[in-house]
């Protein structure tokens, strides 16, 4: 009989929507399991599908309770987990930084030398400030950290950021970044071979790189070819077709999807008509 592989997702909280969207965009058909049960399947892949606290993700990957998982990268590394962190997965993004209130005089991770900081990730925050040689005293709150300055708890806080919104409303300031977190899928350290995770890397991966992606088309006057290929951030070389028009080329890339904001008006620029850009559905480079 063909082992299945066990896939533990976060059931609740910031990362339960988009490891589900991602799971559907990879194909393999993933079941929502009926309310209150923990426990699905999908239909077009060996794998069982297992909803736990996105706390909870690394502990299960490393005891073997599931043989992958999807998690912060802030979770792992608080939890001091063994565990193979096979793909980032280019959503969840945030940083953690310390923060104080707007009238404090701190204006760098140095200035907490000898303060009281609060924080839910007191490993990554101690390690941090450690390596800096700031020695604070750190308390460990479980949620709402960031009010722990108003009450009295704390100097400082030491939090998740990801627009900054949360720290502004309750009046405080970053004063640095100590980690970076985005959402990955972990596996059980050293298990490569375990059947099917693989695979599950490869498709996943496949999905994140095409939603990093577009695909970019136009039409140029080949004289004018040279001069937009050299500004298109494209890793392998462009498609370069003959149009019915003679003197006249279609060009198809793939590039950066964050690069499009800029370069279309750049492309316009140096003559390129008809552009368009698509999505990438999939990408394995
Ligand atoms: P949850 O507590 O279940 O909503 O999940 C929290 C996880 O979401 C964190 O451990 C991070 O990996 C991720 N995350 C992304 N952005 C943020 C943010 N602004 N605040 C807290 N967690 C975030």
Redesign the pocket.
């Known amino acids: 009989m063909t082992r299945r592989l066990t896939l533990a997702l976060?059931s609740?909280?910031?990362?339960r929507e988009p490891s589900w969207t991602l799971l559907e965009a990879s194909g393999v058909d993933p079941q929502e399991p009926g309310e209150r049960v923990l426990q699905s399947h999908c239909r077009n892949a060996a794998i069982d599908l297992l909803f736990v606290?996105?706390d909870d993700v690394p502990e299960y990957v490393q005891d073997g309770i599931v043989d992958c998982g999807i998690t912060?990268l802030?979770?792992v590394e608080e939890r001091q987990c063994e565990v193979d962190v096979l793909l980032r997965l280019g959503f969840?993004?945030?940083s953690l930084q310390a923060a104080v209130s707007l009238e404090d005089d701190a204006t760098e991770l140095g200035d907490l030398h000898g303060r009281r900081i609060a924080t839910s990730h007191p490993r990554i925050a101690a390690a941090a400030l450690g390596e800096r040689g700031v020695q604070a005293d750190i308390v460990r709150v479980g949620g709402a950290v960031e009010i722990s300055p108003r009450l009295g708890l704390a100097d400082a806080i030491i939090d998740?950021?990801?627009t900054g919104s949360t720290l502004r409303t309750n009046g405080l300031r970053s004063i640095g970044t100590l980690f970076e977190?985005e959402?990955v899928l972990v596996g059980r350290a050293g298990s490569e071979d375990v059947i099917g995770r693989r695979v599950l890397t490869t498709v996943l991966g496949s999905v994140t790189n095409a939603r990093a992606n577009r695909y970019l088309l136009f039409n140029v006057l080949r004289e004018q070819l040279a001069e937009v290929t050299a500004i298109l951030p494209t890793k392998g070389s462009p498609t370069v077709m003959d149009l019915a028009t003679p003197g006249t080329v279609a060009v198809h890339a793939l590039v950066p999807a964050a690069d499009i904001w800029s370069l279309l008006p750049e492309l316009e620029a140096r003559g390129a008509s008809s552009i368009l850009t698509l999505p990438v559905e999939r990408m394995l480079p």
């Open positions: 976060p609740k909280g910031r990362l606290r996105a912060g802030d979770l969840g993004k945030c998740l950021v990801s977190s959402a």
